[in-house]
DNA sequence: CTGAAAGCGCTTACAG
DNA sequence: CTGAAAGCGCTTACAG
């Protein structure tokens, strides 16, 4: 493709301000370097000419770079998968929050696709070596993932959105990671039933496929936990035993859900609520308790996805916008941790876990 | 942020390959122009030293530049908005094609985000003067849409993913466009319900804002002409007034997806199946049948989003990675004809109407 | 077919 | 506080 049209460098804003190309620089990037005269007339010359410096120029010579990359995934119906209503709707939308809140701070967020882990691989050495991305935001990182070795022997800053479930040690100063707190979203969902005056309160959420004593394993054992503890803390007499007995746990389907709350209805008949682990279940068994005329049990989900809203349900929703900036301060952060490697001091900053907001409806 | 780790250059590829480096620019942007042993002893080179071109070098240098914008908007619940099930289904996936896309054919796609069309001409004019995009994908189009004129006064080649409806003529070479042809789509899901056995097919659709005989208007006009076409070809006796009796538009919702099927139900007990303009309206309809007791009334949706799979109902597929394709071959073809001025002989390229795809569930 | 020179638009030292 | 010089890694003419 061509280029247009001749834009604005940086030479004729100088030639406007009546300054050196040097000083234009310095009013946009040091400010404090620039007498506030001169910083004003070159800000005038700016918007006269609606100059934008060109970032390809920007970015070669400098030693500061400004662009992260995060893979977006398809969420089209395939054979395999697509599991749920709107399996992407979390990390679409965190896409989207990291996008406008680089925008407000002047990183550029870049996008690639991969359709499994090997690609992902040759991507991320793609992004770095063409110098198109400095940072990386990983996604869903699993056990042992085989892309956290690839970043450190780039030794290229990254993060995660996510707990690396686990690992030996989830606060581990070699991996940064921002996380939503899935129990304090379920735990403040349990309360708010209780609040309505519902005792009886159940639980659907994902099959757990290992659990070690003392150490959360997954998303599917923290939404759970949060459950468990807040019902033991409303209701002295609710155990692990009585937990066990109240919960379906299954993959993530409509179907499923839909199930489960089959099952709870002809096991409790008496129960007045039920907390599940995302939307889509939560839909399902909206759907059952409506066509067994059980519209007096309280469905509450996860992620406050549209169909939260469609259906009328309370559900918990994850703060997104809040975890892209969080996400951008710990990347800053661990970027000039690395720069200065004796400073141990700022370890915790790179490990954020943030609250999530329960949407009464 | 900083930069790690020193990349291999183009210089380091010279010199192992023993080559000036503008042979290296050469085997890689013009393989014609070097012997073949060359090449290959600077492809070797590249390979072992595993080089990637800076990007930010060769965009400042090159007169070719390769990426274009598009915008990612928030499928984010918020008071005002979120219409739908899945409202970004479509874009979103568009924009995951056009990612993946770009990257077999190297054009970098780069994603912004505006909430008006105000900050989205900001964005526009910045994203172009940083020299940050060189061709614009536009989606949702408007009427006297201002983000029309801006790009024209910069003079940036752009292209939109769906007609610029209620515009005098939909083939200007001004506004190059890729779109899939819904009623072409609605047509099949028609014959397809026939063929089941089904004769008297109905329709639930969006309210049409403006009608103009003979000129489509809107995507809801179009989805919903193809229904009476494909009716009238199969029982002469469908006509405009049986349409408008076998027919229910509103807006996107779950909730107008049930009013309608609920309406034609009453109206028309003997309805065998239901042609609905989305999939949010499709699930509202089943939902619908269901509890009426009525799952002989076979619905049909539009998206293949998801809910769909979910649900089993059938729907019709766009095909995105198509319109990916055909938007990019555009984009690319709208800029060389820029660049020739006189050769007006290839103007019929720059429209491409896209047939979408009947899954059948 | 290959290479020496120039330069894209910036930022980074550094001299004044 | 300001400006002259150098150079980031490429590609583009162009000379040989």
Known sequence: MTQKRQATSITQVAAAAQVSIQTVSNAINYPDRVKPETRQRVLQA????????????????????????VRIDSNAVTESGARGLYAGFI???????????????GVKVVAYTAEDS????????????????????????????????????MRVPFLSFGRPWGAENLYSPEHAWVDVDGGFGTAAATRMLWARGARRIA????????????????TAEDRRVGWVKALRELNPAFTAMTARKWEVLGEESVAKGREGARRLLSQHPDVEAIV????TLALGALLE????????VIICGFDNSPVSKEFG???????????ADAALD?????????????????AEVAHVLLQPQLIER
Chains 1, 2 share one sequence.
């Open 276 to 279: 599940c682990a995302s939307d």
């Open 313 to 323: 349900f309370s559900s918990i929703d994850q703060n997104l916008d809040q975890v």
């Open 118 to 153: 090997e690609q992902e691989i040759t991507q991320l050495k793609r992004l770095v070596n063409s110098r198109d991305a400095d940072g990386i935001v990983l996604t869903s990182t699993v056990e042992n993932d085989p892309r956290l070795d690839v970043l450190a022997s």
């Open 203 to 218: 639980f659907i959420g994902w099959v757990m496929h290992r659990t070690v004593p003392g150490r959360m394993q997954s």
């Open 289 to 296: 308790t409506t066509s067994a005329a059980r519209s007096d």
């Open 91 to 105: 990390q679409d939308e965190f896409v989207y929050q990291l996008t406008a809140a680089g925008e407000r701070r």
């Open 330 to 346: 710990v990347l800053t952060s661990v970027t000039s941790r690395v720069r200065r490697p004796t400073d141990q001091g700022q």
């Open 46 to 69: 700016i918007q006269a000419l609606d100059y934008t410096p060109n970032l390809a120029a920007r970015r070669l010579r400098s030693i500061h770079t400004t662009s992260v990359a």
